[in-house]
């Protein structure tokens, strides 16, 4: 009998304790990923990401600090085309979040969970219905668009528009293969990913 923590024979009231299990195992491997590997597929996201046909548009493109052994998206923004503008999340005392314009050289402060963030006034401030896309960090997805973050909820309050209205912003996850979870289901308030990008392929969610 399968008891380590990717056992999905749990019944339905065991969910939120499978997704902690999940997490747990989730983040230390991708924490214990070598430099290496994580410089390779930095390189190699540019191509898998630039092949969703959205990203050719331009407009404010918000990506994300990576931390904790996120896969990194520095090469992705200094490829960027000259009609397409970089943006980081800023977390808001509603814990929603904002995106700011920002690049490399520009202020950064440390947010409530030690994360840099731009240092720009609430006014220089974009709601997420400003982006053009967003790629979103995550723990672990489905190909069906179901996505595992981190708890806190911050990117579904945030984009909770999108339930109900098409894109942009158009939401593409951003993650290694290892993090697929074909049994990951969702909830009600949960914002599900346009597509997700790792580094070897692009999957199409919806």
Known sequence: MNTGPFDTSETASDAAGRKRAWRQTLRQRRQSLPAAER??????IVARVSAFPAFAQPGYVAGYWATGGELPLHVLQLRLRADQVWCLPCIQDDNTLKFAPWRPGDPLVANRYGIPEPDVVLSSQLDAHALSILLVPLLGFSRD????????????????FRQQAAAPPW????????????DLTGEDWD????????????????
Do not use: K, N, W
């Not at 410089?39 to 190699?44: G, L, Q, R, S, V």
């Not at 668009?145 to 911050?154: K, V």
């Open 171 to 182: 939401l593409l996850g951003i993650g290694y293969a290892f993090q697929e979870l074909p």
């Open 39 to 44: 410089i390779a597929a930095a390189e190699a």
């Open 145 to 160: 668009g179901h996505r595992l973050g981190m708890g806190g909820g911050y990117y579904d309050r945030s984009l909770a």
């Open 191 to 206: 914002v599900g990913l346009d597509a997700v990008a790792t580094p070897d392929e692009l999957v199409i969610c919806r």
